[in-house]
């Protein structure tokens, strides 16, 4: 079966300075399907932005093979979208000419059929209102969406999204997570989401990806059985409060919790 993406055999050891080595994944192996939302979650330090980086190509295992649709990832790829934890705009850009930037990157020049899709998706965003504001007038949310916005705009068939939301609000954070879901739905990509927050992994993805203590590799992988569309009221499912017990419980290592 082919799938979208495939990691297989995983190690990765980086070298400190002193040339000591730091194993920080052990053998990971997992295959997402085309359009899935998955998330990764586990303890700090256990590896998550590794795995990032490894999807992305900014780094190549120590063993073991990464692919995407069958083809070895040796480099970045265009069909690779990442957001990270925080948007990193630029400064002296409005929102319009930061969301542009990847697409001049990489052709060299705007055309008036980027500019109108750059609005579109941002208006989906919510911030059509915004298009010509720095971003140092924008809000934390409102600065992230236009990092999403900018990632989503060269249309990647994979968003891999570094804990997006860990730098906002409670409440933004939740809204984000429920409009990155319309997103999605509107335009299906294949997601690798990693995040620190339980609720979050299991309010937004298909599957859930648990990875142990470093050396990291995978202890589960779970699937959220809960109907879509997901909204506030997916919180008071009888379900969401089984998964984040399971979920809770392995990343502190304490006995299961019966549903
Ligand atoms: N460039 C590097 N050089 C040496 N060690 C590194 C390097 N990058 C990461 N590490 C180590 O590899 C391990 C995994 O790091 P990684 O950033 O992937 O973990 P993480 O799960 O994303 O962490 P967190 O949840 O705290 O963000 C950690 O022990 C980290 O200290």
Not at 82 to 88: A, D, E, L, M, S
Not at 166 to 182: H, I, K, N, P, W
Request: charged content about 20%; overall charge negative; aromatic content about 8%.
């Amino acid at each position: 079966m082919r799938h979208c993406v495939e990691f297989s055999g995983i190690s990765h050891s980086y070298e400190k300075d002193n040339g000591e080595k730091v194993l920080a994944l052990n053998n990971v192996n997992f295959t997402i399907e085309q359009h899935e939302f998955v998330a990764v979650v586990g303890p700090s330090g256990c590896g998550k932005s590794t795995l990032l980086r490894l999807l992305s190509g900014l780094i190549t295992p120590s063993q073991g093979t990464v692919r995407i649709y069958d083809q070895q990832v040796d480099g970045p790829r265009e069909d690779v979208g990442i957001v990270f934890q925080k948007p990193v705009l630029l400064p002296w850009l409005n929102v319009m000419d930061n969301v542009l930037f990847p697409v001049k990157h990489k052709y060299g020049r705007i055309t008036q059929s980027h500019r109108e899709q750059a609005m579109a998706l941002l208006t989906m965003a919510g911030l059509e209102a915004f298009a010509h504001h720095r971003p140092d007038e924008l809000s934390g949310g409102m600065q992230q969406r236009v990092g999403i916005t900018r990632a989503l705009l060269l249309d990647p068939d994979i968003l891999i999204m570094d804990e997006p939301f860990s730098a906002l609000d409670a409440l933004t954070r939740e809204q984000m997570g429920f409009d990155l879901l319309g997103l999605w739905r509107e335009k299906p990509k294949t997601v690798l989401f990693i995040t620190h927050s339980i609720s979050e992994a299991v309010l937004l993805a298909d599957r859930v990806l648990v990875m142990s203590e470093r050396p990291g590799t995978l202890v589960d992988n779970i699937t959220i059985e809960l109907p879509r569309p997901r909204s506030l009221d997916t919180l008071q499912h009888p379900e969401f409060g089984y998964y984040t017990r399971v979920l809770r419980d392995y990343i502190y290592q304490t006995d299961r919790v019966a549903a």
